[in-house]
């Protein structure tokens, strides 16, 4: 017997949800079954979120669909198939019971069990015979539908494999792609209105790399927002759970219509958001076990005294765990529309602010790449352009640039090593800073000000310094706050 698609057996288990949420309208059925409905269809709502996100819902040649991502990883597959008839075993015998067909049967002790009890009673039961048991007993419906609630949740669990198996830079990709770009003009004078010290001639160049890093990230969003509705939509000759694609746990987030949109960003509008949808090859030959939350950057302390909030300016709030799990363990992210397992609020901002990439190189001679990791944003910046070069061949003193240092061991010290030897030199040459001036901050000149008053043994006429993780902090804020600017509010 030929084993049906994922897609049919994903559309089977939605049309049967379907009918059970029908049927638990009745409060009569709710009684007989002593589910509530809205229970149900929160389980009906999840189910969809995953059948929507994965392509779950579409058939077969379908190159979005489910069955064409696994066709390479059988076994993949064949425990999602499992998963499904674990379902629809469950809804179909729950459906007789809600509709009065068969009686909802109340657990009953193991009988054995029971026996043996009584023949070999012991102090413990004597003592406690009097006392009224406090064991939750479950009926067959209420069983069913944990059961259902159980594998649900295991089908959440394969999914975030994979989607982590089959890695790709989505955010190049949504830059890449063919959609008509949005106007960076806005977001560029949102950075110039935020820290007016942007806004002098010199530091043009960082507010359009700032404001042009926010539009990018809005490129991104509605393209991990497009890609996931196209491969929840199934083909019209196909029965489609209603409203599949609003059910999210983020709704105002997918719900903006195009034109509140680009009324809200001075965006232009998109004819077409994306080319046509594929879903990833996965090649997986098992299920393997789920990485458990890595710890989060540990917080530094402050500069000599502490500052308490730093940044006092009008804050975005990054939004909370509990707004978009929803008490769930296992949710579909609302910034990249991915399913993960989430469990604290550091993990999540972690995880939202990797989805944004806040960080941008700071110095005018580097490309624009952006980074998901603070810790790499400022490495990348230590590497390459706030680490101090000394010569061991003369008494020059300290270079502060590599394109200087370099030019002047080829100018003065060419008879003590030849061009191969140059990255050697300039790497054994390397000092790693320590200190970093207040002062250097990009955006703002109030955080030198402020240590000042905080800190009353430095004099006016020393140099506010702070460590580099200080310094790593305070500016990262900085970027955090204009990275969420690109968020549907």
Not at 91 to 110: A, H
Request: aromatic share 8%.
């Amino acid at each position: 017997m030929t084993q049906r698609s994922l897609g049919t057996s994903s559309i089977a288990c939605a049309q049967l949800f379907n009918k059970l949420t029908t049927t638990l309208q009745d409060p009569e059925c709710q009684r007989r079954s002593a589910l509530s409905h809205t229970g149900v269809d929160d389980q009906y709502g999840r189910f969809r979120i995953w059948g929507g996100n994965l392509g779950a819902f579409q058939r077969l040649p379908a190159s979005s669909s489910l069955d064409h991502r696994l066709r390479e990883s059988p076994k993949v597959a064949e425990q999602i198939h499992e998963l499904l008839e674990d379902l629809q075993d469950s809804i179909e015998n729950l459906i007789p019971i809600t509709l009065g067909d068969r009686p909802n049967r109340e657990y009953q002790p193991d009988e054995e069990q029971d026996d043996e009890d009584e023949c070999e009673p012991d102090a413990t039961s004597e003592l406690n015979s009097g006392d009224v048991t406090t064991e939750t007993r479950l009926s067959e419906a209420e069983e069913l539908f944990e059961s259902a609630k159980s594998t649900i949740a295991s089908l959440f669990r394969i999914a975030m494999i994979i989607r982590k198996t089959a890695p790709r830079d989505r955010f190049a990709r949504a830059l890449s792609s063919k959609s008509e770009k949005f106007d960076a003009s806005f977001d560029i004078a949102h950075v110039r209105q935020k820290f007016p010290l942007l806004q002098s001639p010199e530091k043009h160049w960082l507010a359009e790399r700032l404001g042009g890093a926010i539009t990018q990230r809005r490129e991104y969003l509605r393209y991990v927002r497009d890609h996931r509705d196209k491969l929840s939509k199934a083909p019209e000759d196909l029965w489609q759970p209603q409203d599949l694609q609003q059910h999210s746990n983020w709704a105002v987030a997918s719900q903006l219509d195009a034109k509140s949109q680009a009324a809200t960003t001075h965006l232009t509008t998109p004819t077409s958001t994306l080319l046509p949808t594929a879903a990833s090859t996965m090649y997986l030959a098992e299920i393997p076990m789920l990485e458990k939350d890595v710890p989060d950057d540990i917080s530094q302390t402050s500069y000599a005294v502490s500052l308490g909030n730093e940044n006092d300016e009008s804050q975005l709030v990054f939004p909370a765990l509990s707004v978009v799990a929803h008490g769930q363990n296992s949710f579909e992210c609302p910034l990249c529309w991915t399913i993960q397992d989430i469990r604290t609020e550091s993990s999540w901002r972690k995880h939202g602010f990797a989805d944004l990439r806040p960080y941008v190189c700071t110095f005018a001679n580097c490309d624009t790449k952006v980074f998901s990791d603070r810790r790499d944003w400022f490495e990348h910046e230590l590497q390459h352009h706030r680490a101090e070069w000394s010569c061991h061949f003369c008494e020059n003193g300290d270079f502060h640039s590599l394109a200087t240092f370099r030019a002047h061991l080829r100018n003065h010290h060419t008879h003590h090593a030849d061009e191969d030897q140059l990255d050697a030199i300039v790497e054994a040459s390397r000092q790693s800073i320590d200190r970093i001036p207040a002062s250097e901050c990009p955006f703002c000149l109030d955080w030198e000000l402020r240590l000042r008053e905080a800190n009353t043994d430095i004099s006016i006429q020393e140099t506010v310094v702070v460590t580099p993780a200080q310094f790593r902090h305070h500016v990262g804020t900085h970027m955090q706050q204009l990275a969420l600017f690109a968020i549907p509010r």
